[in-house]
């Protein structure tokens, strides 16, 4: 019989490379569990949506009954916990959102699980996964060239995002060591790629350039990030819920550090190749790179040292940082459609 995946989140952006990846490429049930807030699009699922293993639950991981319903009803084998609040800025100027779903969410979710893995046969019981999704950001920020972050560097979170994503680190953690519930966790670097929400930089800068608006760039546009396609995250996510060791931390990352203006400066490159007539007014695309106030708390550099999971289960990512975005930059001109939805914002119409 075929596995039962259980990915909460799974209208995101990760989430949905994810549900895609399983869909595609294994014979699993997927159950993807979201609330569908402003960053879930099942637009991103159009491909996947009419196949018979792909199940959708519209809800909030902070409704416990709806959770524990959802486990009766599936009887999952593997949780993949994606859901969350993700975005920094959004954090800054509004943290309770984050609080309640990054926290209180997976909590409950972590709770669900646990009641739910105590009542399954012994069977069931040993090859039952919870996989918790996180961030390289909770290790805070680098400030040596060479530092690299390592599956034993100490937490040391600065935006609430971050600290949040922290807070439910140490919580599924901490379900394993008390409770015993069988917990496996990754923290993974910035992730690119096509379904990318229009409010992070990549795309961000995509559609702005596409459209003759400013490029607008925190600070100096020296802050590094180590970059991952997402289609290779979600490989190696499937990889660590399968065969990762119940307890232990996997680092992701693509080996791929950038400054942000940088990012910004290839992407104006592969526009002025891919996209060569610009909108009126513009004669090359960087000339609309602006600088602009540093956002508050704003780490440096983030770089992860991701040759545990290399080592142990084997997984490399696919695509340079070179191939990546050109496939992303060529997805945002052939998908039109997915990304005006959201400027106009009927994509939370699509069900
Ligand atoms: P995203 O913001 O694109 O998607 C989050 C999804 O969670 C959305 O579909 C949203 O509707 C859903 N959601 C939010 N609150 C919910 C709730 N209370 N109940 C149910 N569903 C809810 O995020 P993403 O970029 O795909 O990130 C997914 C996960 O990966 C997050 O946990 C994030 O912390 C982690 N992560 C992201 C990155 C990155 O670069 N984007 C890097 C490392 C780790």
Redesign the pocket.
Same mark, same amino acid.
């Not at 923290?187 to 690119?192: A, D, P, T």
């Given at each position: 019989m075929s596995k039962v995946f259980l990915v909460? #989140? #799974?209208?995101? *952006? $990760? #989430?949905?490379a994810v549900v895609r990846h399983l869909i595609n490429d294994t014979d699993c049930q997927v159950v993807n569990?979201? @609330? &569908? =807030? /402003?960053?879930?699009?099942l637009m991103s699922l159009k491909s996947v949506e009419s196949n018979d293993r792909y199940h959708f639950e519209q809800?909030? $991981?902070?409704d416990k009954n709806k959770i524990a319903e959802i486990f009766t009803k599936y009887q999952p084998d593997v949780v993949m +916990? &994606?859901?969350? %609040?993700? +975005?920094v800025d959004r954090s800054i100027n509004g943290p309770s %959102?984050f609080v309640? =779903?990054?926290v209180v969410?997976t909590y409950t979710l972590l709770e669900v699980a646990r009641a739910y893995w105590a009542n399954l046969s012994d069977d069931k019981k040993s090859s039952f996964r919870f996989h918790h999704?996180? =961030?390289? %950001?909770v290790y805070g920020d680098l400030h040596g060239t060479d530092d690299l972050f390592t599956e034993t560097t100490p937490y040391a979170p600065s935006s609430p /995002?971050s600290a949040t @994503?922290a807070s439910s680190d140490h919580l599924v953690r901490a379900w394993l060591r008390t409770f015993g519930l069988p917990t496996i966790v990754t923290?993974?670097?910035?992730? /690119?790629g096509p379904y +990318? *929400?229009p409010e @992070?930089l990549i795309p961000l800068m995509i559609l702005n350039a596409l459209s003759g608006k400013n490029l607008p760039v925190y600070g100096d546009g020296k802050q590094i990030r180590d970059w &991952?396609f997402?289609e290779d +995250?979600a490989r190696a996510l499937v990889q660590v819920a399968t065969k990762g060791e119940i307890g232990e931390t996997y680092n992701i990352g693509g080996h791929n550090e950038k400054q942000n203006i940088e990012v910004v400066k290839t992407l104006c490159a592969l526009l002025e190749e891919l996209a060569p007539n610009k909108p009126e007014g513009v004669q090359y695309y960087a000339e609309l790179i602006t600088y602009v106030t540093d956002r508050p708390g704003h780490d440096v550099r983030y770089a992860i040292d991701a040759s545990k999971i290399e080592r142990e289960l084997g997984w490399k990512p696919q695509e340079t940082f070179e191939s990546g975005l050109r496939k992303t930059v060529q997805w945002y001109l052939d998908n039109k459609d997915w990304w005006q939805a959201i400027l106009n914002n009927s994509y939370r119409n699509y069900r």
């Open positions: 909460t #989140g #799974g209208a995101g *952006f $990760i #989430g949905s569990v979201d @609330k &569908l =807030t /402003y960053a879930g699009n809800a909030d $991981i902070c +916990h &994606l859901a969350a %609040e993700s +975005h %959102e309640q =779903t990054n969410g999704i996180s =961030t390289d %950001e /995002y @994503k923290n993974c670097s910035n992730n /690119y +990318h *929400f @992070k &991952l997402v +995250h």
